[in-house]
């Protein structure tokens, strides 16, 4: 069992910055070899963002957000980061983060989810 509690959500106006945060916990956190982020939309399917291995810190982004956003984790706190910078009103959607057994990025392939945090951009 593993628990996931996100933060760092809220109002910002398009081209400024947020910090989200996901803490980990739970006895088969071990397991997991990657953090990620995904993102969801009103009427829309949730879409990978970008995610982190925990081991060698290998990075994966979304096109859409590459050069824009940034992961980081600190294993020894279990957590990890996503740092939004040059937000759009394209961002906006619930935030989650989510753990994988394996090197992927579809929704299906992570078994653990926080409870989400809206990010809202205006412009």
């Known amino acids: 069992q593993v628990q996931l509690v996100e933060s760092g959500g809220g109002l910002v106006q398009a081209g400024g910055s947020l910090r989200l945060s996901c803490v980990a916990s739970?006895?088969?956190?071990?397991?997991?070899?990657?953090g990620g982020w995904f993102r969801q939309a009103p009427g829309k399917e949730r879409e990978f963002v970008t995610a982190?291995?925990?081991?060698?810190?290998?990075?994966y982004y979304a096109d859409s957000v590459k050069g824009r956003f940034t992961i980081s984790r600190d294993n020894a706190k279990n957590t990890w980061y996503l740092q939004m910078n040059s937000l759009k009103s394209e961002d906006t959607a619930v935030y989650y983060c989510?753990?994988?057994?394996?090197?992927?990025?579809?929704?299906?392939?992570?078994?653990?989810w926080g409870q989400g945090t809206q990010v809202t951009v205006s412009s």
């Open positions: 739970g006895r088969t956190f071990g397991k997991y070899i990657m």
């Open positions: 989510a753990v994988t057994r394996v090197l992927g990025i579809r929704p299906d392939e992570y078994d653990y």
């Open positions: 982190v291995s925990w081991s060698g810190g290998t990075t």
